[in-house]
Each structure stands twice: as C-alpha cells, then as structure tokens.
C-alpha cells in the first residue's frame, strides 16, 4: 500500500512540472513529509495533508478517490477482529435443494477454475428476488452460514430496509459507512465524499475472500455502490424487486425465490410443531398447507398461532383460514404480518400499477395471457405488457416459461380487498375479460367446426380485443392454456347476472371437451348454462342447453338423467314448433338408448324432419347415426347405404369430422358384415382425420375398434398396437371403463385368445 502512494504521488507530481519544494511551496506541506511519503519512509500521512497536494495538484475527482483510498490503506490500523456480520439464520430451514445448488453454482462459475475454495475469477454477485414473506433472507442466510468457511477474511451484512414497515430505505452511503467501521477504520480516516468512502471499501476488500449480504434492497442504485472491484468477493443481494440494473450492469446471477412444495411445507409445520400434533389431525394438515400455498411466511404464522396455544386444534385453526386467510395471517407486529409485508410493496406501485394489480385480482382463473390481461385492463398492448413486467419485477406476480402470468392466492386475495377499484372500474374490467374469453372461445370453435350452426353474439364491449387465432392447431392450443380460465370465466359469468355469457362459454366449449375426453368438464358447463338459459326469456338457448346437458350425461353413461334432459328439449321444442330443435333432440335422444330399435326410430325421425329442412350437413349427420344404428341392429346394407351417402354430403361440403365420423361407421359396418379389409381401410381413414381434427376422444375409440379386425384376419401384433395406444389416450382421458375393457381384451390377446367383440 505503501508503494502504492508513494508512486502515486511521486507520478502526479511529474506530470504537474513540479519539484518537492515547488509543491511543498504551493501545497503547505513539508518538503520533508513529501519526501518521506514519495521514498515510503512515511507511511501514514494525514488525510488532511493528502487533501492538500491533491489540490495543489489540481486532481479530478477520479483521481482524489485514488490518492485518498491509498492514502488510508497506508495506515497501520490496530488489530480488528474479522468482521462476522451474519445474523443467525431462522429456523428450521427445509427444502429449498434446488436454489442452494444454483446458489453453489453461481459462485462455481464466477470463481472460474479454481473452485471455490480458490476464488479466483470474477466478483460473483446473485440477485435474489421473490416476493415478501417467500423466505428470500432465510435462504441466503442458511446458505451463507452453511459456506462460512469458504469466507476467512470476513463475512459482511446489512439490511437496506428497502421495504420496511417504519423506515426509509437506508441511503447507500450509510451502508458503505457501517462495512468501513466493520472493517476497523479509524472515524478520523474515512473520507468525507460518499465516492470517496466507497472507493475506500473497494480498496479494503480487494484480494480478500469475503463475503457480503446486503438484504432487503429496494433497487440497483442502493446496492452499486456497496459491490466490491477486485475478484475475490462474493456477494447475495436479495430483494422483492428483480433488480434488472444489476443484472445488466454486473453481470449478476438472477435466482428467484418461490413458494415451498406441499413436502416441504408440511416437513416445516413438523419442525415447528411436532411430528405428533402433524400426524394426529392430517387432514387439517392438508387444508392449512393448500391455504398456505407454500407461502413460508404463512406457514410460520400458523405455526406460531398453533404453538402459542396448544389448546388450538389444527382443525379449528384451518377453518379460521378457510373463513379469513387474511386475517388469521395478520398480526400486531408487521414483521410477523403477512397483510402487512405485502403492503410495502403495493405501497411502492404507482397508481396505474396498483390498479393493475387490483384488476389481476378480479380475472377468472388462475393464470393469464397478454392478450386477455389487454382487455382486463383496457389499455393497450404495449403499455399493459409494461406494466406486468413492473408487478413482475416487484415480485407481484410471476410470469412462467409460455409467457403467463400468474398471482399467488394469498397476494391475490391482498389485491382484491387492498387496492380499491371503484365500481365502473371493476365491472368494465370484468366485461371486457369475460367478453374476451367468450369471443375468442366462439373464433376457436368455428375453425375446429365451421359446419356447426352458430349462435349470435352480441358485440365485445369497448376496450375487448378478442384473439385471432390461425387454424385448428393454434384453437386447441388456445383452448388448453385457458382451459381452467374459461371454466372459471363462466362461473364468473353466472355470479354476476350475465346469463347469456355463462351458457355461450359452455357451448363455445362443447367441442373441444368432446375432442379431449373432459367428461366431467362438459357436464359441469352444461348443467350451469341449463340455470343460466333458464333465466333468460330465450326458448332456443333454453333447448339447446337441456340438448347438450342429455349427451353429456350421454358420454357418462347417465342414462336416466339423459333422458330426461332430452325429453325436456323436445317437448320445449315442440311448444316452439321448430322442426330444427325437434330434429336436434331426435338425433341426440338416439344416442341413449340401448335399445338399438328404438335408437334407430329417433334417428330417422331426425333424417325426415332434417330432409325439409335444407340442412345438408345435419342430414348427412341423420343419414350417418341411421347407418350406425341400422348396422348395430344386423341391417349391414342399409347402415351402408346411408352411411355412404351420408359421407358424399360431408364431402361435398368439406365436413372433415363427419367425414371421420361416418369413415368410422363404415369400418364398423365392414368388420360386422366380415370385410375386414375395407373395415381397416375405412378405420384407418377415420383416424388419420381424427388426427389432424385433434381429437383425441374419437382416436381412441377407432383405435380401439380397428383391432378387431387385425384380430380377425390373424394379425395380433398390429391389434396389440392399436390396443395398447387407445388404452394409453383412454387412461390419458380419465375413460376408466373402456381402458378396462381393453385390458380384458390384451389380457386375451396375450394368452393367445382371439375373442371377437360385439362392437
């Protein structure tokens, strides 16, 4: 250090022209300590005097902090203890493997090839970002207490109060001040300019192993200036915010914290309260730990309640839950609050943040888009998307791998009571978003059934921006990412009066639960849009929804309950007198009844009324369900006959799934009437259209027929093919029974049975 002034000096003094006595003269210091400091023979002069030849010298400001910071490395300090700042850490710590390692990792890579014992390399700086409460400090402080060794020159922290509950964030040279006093400077050494002060920590640290915690930061700006310049250091910086600047601008290691898994959350709760208390009410256990989602915070506060009163059930104490997280989560001391922890960040917003926020509280369903969250908020693409990324940055929200957005429920249920929206506000909101779901759900189902009769809409709303999509791939996309979201969307729907919405969802819907096998899903909507049309004074959606409600329970087997529903849509239908709603529920009604008679007289009573009705894609739908079921009861021409003109209609007029659905019947035909070659044929034609529909209900159910007649032309490996890839889909659909039965048949097949079904 000393070598280091003395050049310094001795270098800044020949660039300026200047003899020892020419400064001393234009300084005020001796020609003797100037002397003494060039030769290193004076090792600690005053600052004072350091200050007195930078000004002779005319330095900038550069300059001045590296005469400084060398001049108050000189010194010869008395011994100081090395510094160990770490609080000790809460506990118990659980889980968290997978942060640890990247943490571990991230000091690997910036250690480069000497490991981490050698530190040589780069400075290593992690930004570690989650929301409040999410158990960031807890992590970072196991970790650091857990890797102490690896720091023999000293481990620093300070909490920077980003976020505190009754201070200020603390101003940056206040944090480098309290480092300087840790490492044993002396008051009278320290500069007085904050650059100065940090120079001089820059200088203290350099070559050292430490490590430093700086906790709780509010931004970029309140850490720089605390980061070290050599390449020895390590340092974890954690906050609610995402701390981009640090990233970018020092190559920072983003790591973000989440919620603990269900595991991780009950091996907590058996820490603080006992393996015994855990194991006698485990379904308690299970209800705090969902309620909790995750949240460490949280689950601390329960387990704090729960351990100050023993006499406290944890059944009793996940029923205070269910009826107000909120309040059960709250507490006198805003450390010990999770209300209270999250406020400081809302509190951060500004307003067109915070409404944001408030709006995100009210969208049906778990997650969302971009693009519905533009009509959510009635702004446009570009700003809406700006201000995602800020909640996301302040640790609000998360956005995933596909680019969607999801709330935490706790901070979802802090944004809906603590930002107020007012009433317009929230009901446009909620227009705009429902409206969004059901027009762009609508635009889906006609690219994967453009013959299907549509129902009218009314306009989207002002500010709605329904989505376009491209082709039957890009709508079953749509329709699996926002599966869970229309489904809540319509329950929105209902709950606030918009009867027309609720039952529209569900018929925008219907093909697509059909296509993927969600049985219980399609009954679900259906059962909801039969209440809502029935509020409604409108006769045709009030048939169509009992028509739809029937084959649902038609595709779960509820025989009774079918009949019934569809009973209720043509007797409606008849008190309408409209031949179309009458043949409609003819043809559904043929579906239910075991009774292939009686399943044949409903649909040919659908095929008359549909003949004079100029309908040509419903006729050809008559025609086909007539073929099928004339087949099932023996009359193979007729079923043919039908069948085949049946699929001319669909062809003519470019129907490809009735065209796989009649392809379908006419293997069934072929195979019954012992053409098992056209039946191959005609099946493998079916499920090569089913294929490019995406239907993944009706590719099974081909698949699963098209083995009989490998069976009965002696082929039993392709029939073990088929058989095994409809049992994984039907698996896949949740279709228990007809996976059972294609066990049975396997299970035959193996023993080197060749059973003929009845199908």
Known sequence: ?????????????????????????????????????????????????????????????????????????????????????????????????????????????????????????????????????????????????????????????????????????????????????????????????????????????????????????????????????????????????????????????????????????????????????????????????????????????????????????????????????????????????????????????????????????????????????????????????ALLRRLEQASLIGKDASGRYRMHDLIRRYAATAHHLADGTRTGALRRVLDFYTHTAYAADRLLEFHREPIELAAPVPGCHPQALSDIPAAMDWFEAEHRNLLAAQHTAAAHALHSTAWQLAWALNNFHYRRGHRHDQLAVWRLAVDSAGRLPDPGAQILTYRLLGRAHVVLGHHQEAIEALNEALALSKQQDDPALQAQAHYTLASIWPDGRRALEHARRALHLYQGLDQPVAEANARNAVGWYAARVGEHDTGREHCQAALALFEDHQDVDGQAQTLDSLGYIDHRSGRHHDAIRHYRQAIGLYRDLDNAYETADTLDRLGHPHIALGRTDQALAVWREALELYRQQGRHQEAEQVERQLGALGRQDTPDSAR
């Open 1 to 385: 250090m000393g070598d280091h002034l003395a050049g310094a000096v001795r270098r800044l003094r020949l660039r300026a022209g200047l003899t020892q006595e020419a400064l001393a003269e234009r300084s005020g210091v001796s020609v003797s300590t100037i002397r003494g400091v060039e030769t290193g023979k004076r090792r600690n002069p005053q600052l004072a005097s350091v200050r007195q030849l930078a000004a002779a010298l005319d330095l900038g400001p550069a300059e001045l902090d590296e005469l400084l910071a060398a001049a108050a490395g000189t010194a010869e300090p008395p011994a100081v203890p090395v510094p160990r700042q770490l609080p000790a850490p809460p506990g118990p710590f659980v889980g968290r493997e997978d942060e640890l390692g990247r943490l571990d990792a991230a000091v690997r890579a910036g250690s480069g090839t000497a490991g981490m014992a050698g530190m040589a390399g780069t400075v290593v700086v992690s930004a570690i970002a989650g929301a409040g409460g999410v158990g960031k400090s807890w992590l970072v402080l196991h970790w650091a207490h857990r890797n102490a060794d690896r720091f023999p020159d000293g481990q620093l922290f300070v909490d920077l109060r980003g976020f505190s509950p009754d201070s200020d964030p603390m101003e940056p040279a206040v944090a480098v001040r309290g480092f300087l006093d840790a490492l044993g400077v002396e008051p009278g050494r320290i500069p007085v300019a904050a650059h100065a002060q940090a120079a001089l920590l820059r200088s203290l640290v350099a070559d050292k192993r430490m490590l430093l915690v700086l906790d709780n930061a509010a931004d970029t700006a309140q850490v720089t200036s605390s980061l070290p310049g050599g390449s020895t250091c390590t340092v974890l910086v954690t906050s609610r915010n995402r701390l981009s600047g640090l990233v970018t601008g020092h190559g920072a290691h983003q790591l973000s914290v989440d919620t603990l898994t269900d595991t991780e959350a009950r091996t907590l709760l058996a820490a603080r309260l006992g393996t015994a208390r855990i194991e006698a009410e485990p379904a308690a256990v299970d209800e705090l730990v969902g309620r909790c989602g995750g949240f460490p915070l949280a689950l601390s506060i329960v387990a704090g309640r729960a351990h100050t009163d023993p006499h406290l059930s944890l059944t009793d104490l996940a029923d205070d839950l269910r009826d107000g997280a909120l309040d059960v989560l709250d507490d006198a001391d805003p450390v010990a609050s999770l209300p209270a922890v999250l406020s400081l960040s809302h509190r951060a917003l500004r307003d067109d943040e915070a409404e944001v926020f408030g709006l995100l509280a009210l969208a049906p369903g778990p997650d969302i888009g971009l693009a519905a969250a533009v009509s959510l908020t009635g702004r446009g693409r570009s700003r809406t998307r």
